[in-house]
């Protein structure tokens, strides 16, 4: 069954203090591998896909990387704005296009 | 361009009741999918819809679960006999394909009083 797994499940950093959150999966062959981040009352907001291990995609202070196992999503210098619940996702190539969830992890920026 | 749309945005119903949740999905998306997300939890799938394929209802939670969606426009969902345990915030989301990253309504937040 697959399954995602976040860690830790909240994260408190002090404005500019960088950080990785962490995605570990189990999957039966990775059609692809998503983060997202959800702002309190909204819906979740694509971020990055990661289709094979090795991959990395950046995105203004967010850089995702991915390994057969796990999935990273590295904050560098965070501002206050980049708090939010921080999602990961997977669909593998054995659940149709069935996509799991991880719980999320929480991150706290204070300035 | 307009982005996934959910109606009602609050639904409060008393236990038993039967309820219709909406989606609108953005134009041009085969895939749409529906979720449930209760307080402080990750997403749980429901189920998934691909063009005029079948759709996958296999994270629907029982057999009060069900939902529509005709060709590639409107989704309904549709909660018969509420109970308590059905309160949550439900969420849409549509994707121009199956395997790629999908966009997100505001949801529909359920209370079942």
């Known amino acids: 069954e697959d399954q995602v797994t976040q860690s830790p499940e909240a994260l408190r950093l002090q404005e500019g203090e960088s950080s990785s959150l962490n995605c570990s999966y189990t999957?039966?062959?990775?059609?692809?591998l998503f983060w997202y981040r959800q702002d309190p009352g909204k819906g979740p907001e694509f971020l990055f896909t990661?289709?094979?291990a090795g991959e990395e995609k950046e995105k203004e202070r967010l850089k995702a990387t991915l390994t057969k196992k796990e999935s990273f999503l590295h904050i560098t210098a965070p501002k206050p704005e980049d708090s939010a619940t921080y999602l990961c996702?997977?669909?593998?190539?054995?659940?149709?296009?069935?996509?799991?969830f991880g719980a999320g992890t929480r991150l706290f920026v204070k300035a | 361009g307009a982005g996934v749309s959910q109606s009602p945005s609050n639904k409060v119903t008393e236990k038993g009741k039967d309820v219709e949740l909406r989606c609108d999905p953005i134009?041009?998306?085969?895939?749409l999918y529906w979720y449930r997300q209760r307080l402080g939890q990750g997403l749980e799938f429901l189920i998934y819809?691909?063009?005029?394929?079948?759709?996958?209802k296999s994270g629907l939670p029982s057999d009060r679960f069900s939902a529509e969606r005709t060709g590639e426009s409107v989704s309904t969902l549709t909660i018969q006999r509420t109970q308590q345990e059905d309160s949550a915030v439900y969420l849409c989301?549509?994707?121009?394909?199956?395997?790629?990253?999908?966009?997100f309504g505001p949801g529909t937040r359920l209370t079942v009083t």
């Open positions: 989301a549509s994707s121009p394909s199956g395997p790629l990253e999908q966009y």
């Open positions: 999957v039966s062959g990775l059609r692809g």
């Open positions: 990661l289709y094979s």
């Open positions: 996702a997977v669909q593998g190539h054995t659940g149709g296009f069935k996509t799991i």
């Open positions: 134009s041009g998306h085969t895939a």
């Open positions: 819809f691909q063009g005029n394929s079948a759709p996958d």
